[in-house]
């Protein structure tokens, strides 16, 4: 489920920056803890804990799918080399997703197709697709 923002809490920004600890990565996905954000398929991307449950899946028609579910996760796959991950200006590409800062107060995940799945805003809201 989707708990709708802005809210102040669940944030990481009291920790400090330095060593990526807790960060890793495989073949169209970075791990961050006991998450993964992915490319699944070149058509879907998810966010899934380890646990076995997925939290939020991206398709490539721009529409999103919110959990909890078993399917569309990356942890089947090993950690290791980050086989399709690249960094650019503002943001991360995994696979065929972009998920980055478009302009300072907005941030999306978006498809190589031209699709966007999500929006945020830097007042702490969400905006779904297709756009």
């Keep these: 489920t989707i708990h709708g923002g802005p809210r102040r809490d669940f944030s ?10 807790g960060i890793m990565f495989g073949h169209n996905f970075i791990q961050i803890g006991d998450w993964r954000l992915g490319d699944v398929d070149g058509r879907h991307a998810s966010m899934a804990h380890k646990g076995g449950k997925t939290a939020l899946i991206f398709r490539s028609d721009g529409t999103i799918h919110g ?3 078993r399917d569309f996760s990356t942890w089947s796959r090993p950690t290791g080399e980050a086989k399709g991950i690249m960094f650019g ?4 590409q995994i696979g065929d997703w972009r998920l980055g800062d478009v302009d300072g107060r907005h941030a999306s995940m978006a498809h190589k197709g031209g699709k966007t799945a999500l929006i945020f805003r830097s007042d702490g809201t969400i905006h779904g697709g297709p756009r």
């Design 67 to 69: 959990g909890p579910r």
């Design 12 to 21: 990481t920004w009291s920790r400090p920056t330095g060593e990526a600890k």
């Design 89 to 92: 200006h503002n943001f991360i």
